[in-house]
Structure formats: structure tokens, C-alpha cells
């Protein structure tokens, strides 16, 4: 009953925030965030999707990588936002790009996610907070731990060129895609 008391304020706090936050304070302690990832190398992960299958970075040296957290499975944020890649997905690989999508729930969860929404792209178990934990962004309430809604986009290199602090779940695929556009064009 406390577990699911935690679970949902967790899911409450993590909801949709907009990207306003970000604009309408240039020197937030979230664009200090932002720019601490920006032009570092993205940290090696080794991490099971929904299938079983391994993946690394390494397995997409040469491609574009999105590699976005989300609180929780099944939730209504991370449904909706995981259903905006899902529509856009056949577009990123059209476009060099993957999506990898990341949170902190295991293999079997993220099988039953996946197949209630007919996902399209990998999305892998951190239940071990490993990769979440490398990139700063577990947030602990208590007795449940869940990765912060946030995203970076890494280049072919394996460099992070942009990091989404604020992500509108309803907006944050497009954004996305729109800003690889842009980097892509440079």
C-alpha cells in the first residue's frame, strides 16, 4: 500500500512539464544541466530491451541516438510520449537516428509497455540504475526510485549534442526531431 502510495505522488511530480520553464530563466540550475552534458562523450551503457536483446552504444557508432528516460511504464505521461516516437520512429531511421528509450522498470515490463502499445523501437531495462545513475538523473522518493523525464540527443561519435531537461510529453518527439534536423544540417 506505501509502495503504491510513493508510486503515485512519484508519477504526479514526474508528469508533463513544459518547455517554458527553461526559457523564462536563462541561468536555471536546469540549463546549468543542460550544458554540463553538452560536447561530452555519452557514457558507455550495456542494457536489455524489451526482447531480451542486448544493446550498447557502440552498437550505433556512426548513427544518431536518442536516448530519452521515462518515470514509469504504463504511466499516462509515458505513454503519450512513448506513443509520439512511436509515430515518428520510421522517420528517425530514415534519418540515421534510433530512439532508445529508458527507464528504470525491468525486461518483463517493458515487454507487456511495449506490446499494449505496439512499440516500434527498443526500449531498455535500467532496473539496476546503472545507465540513470551515470547521467545524474535517478530521483529517489523514498522507497521507489525512478529516472527523471529527460533526453539527450548524442551525434555519430558518440558525442551529446543537446540534453532536454524539460520535456513536454506531448511535444518532446517532434522537438526532438526537429532539432536532429537541425544539427544534421550544420
Known sequence: ???????SIALALAGTVTTSTIAANPLSSSNQAEKQWVGQPAPAFRLQDQ??????????KGKWVVLYFYPKD???GCTQEANQFKALYPQ?????????????????????????????FPILADNNHELASKFGIVRNLGIVKIAKRESFLIDPKGTIVYHYTSVDTQTHA???FND???????
Open 1 to 7: 500500500m506505501m509502495k503504491t502510495i510513493a508510486l
Open 92 to 120: 528517425f531511421l530514415k534519418s540515421n537516428a534510433v530512439v532508445l528509450g529508458v527507464s528504470l522498470d525491468d525486461v518483463k515490463s517493458h515487454q507487456k509497455f511495449s506490446e499494449k502499445l505496439g512499440l516500434n
Open 51 to 60: 526482447n531480451g536483446k542486448w544493446h550498447s552504444l557502440n552498437d550505433y
Open 180 to 186: 536532429l534536423k537541425r544539427f544534421q544540417a550544420k
Open 174 to 176: 517532434n522537438d526532438v
Open 74 to 76: 504504463n504511466s499516462p
